[in-house]
């Protein structure tokens, strides 16, 4: 079983900046890849960033430029970052980590781009 537990969310004004945090616990592989992923409302939830454990990552075009994920592999911990920059409107969505090849999910964290 694995958890996850995604924080950091919260209302910025467009151009601002937030960081989300994701802890994941439970029984997780020494080598796997941590992603982020977003679902606004009356869409389907999308990936937008993915990391390996060695630290590769890749980004969807919408985000790439202005979102940097990262990741904590220091003392067996699994903890994953997504700093968001130059927030927009349609960064609106609740985002979710999620441990590749695995089912679980997390509860989310709200992000609201708004003036």
């Known amino acids: 079983q694995v958890r996850l537990v995604e924080s950091g969310g919260g209302l910025v004004q467009p151009g601002g900046s937030l960081r989300l945090s994701c802890a994941a616990s439970?029984?997780?592989?020494?080598?796997?890849?941590m992603a982020w992923y977003r679902q606004a409302p009356g869409k389907e939830r999308e990936l937008i960033a993915s990391?390996?454990?060695?630290?590769?990552?890749?980004?969807v075009s919408s985000v790439k430029g202005r979102f940097t994920i990262s990741r904590d592999n220091a003392n067996a911990k699994n903890t994953m970052y997504l700093q968001m920059d130059n927030l927009k409107p349609e960064d609106t969505a609740v985002y979710y980590c999620?441990?590749?090849?695995?089912?679980?999910w997390g509860q989310g964290t709200q992000v609201t781009v708004s003036s």
């Open positions: 999620r441990l590749l090849g695995f089912q679980s």
């Open positions: 990391i390996t454990t060695g630290g590769v990552s890749n980004y």
């Open positions: 439970g029984r997780i592989p020494s080598i796997n890849t």
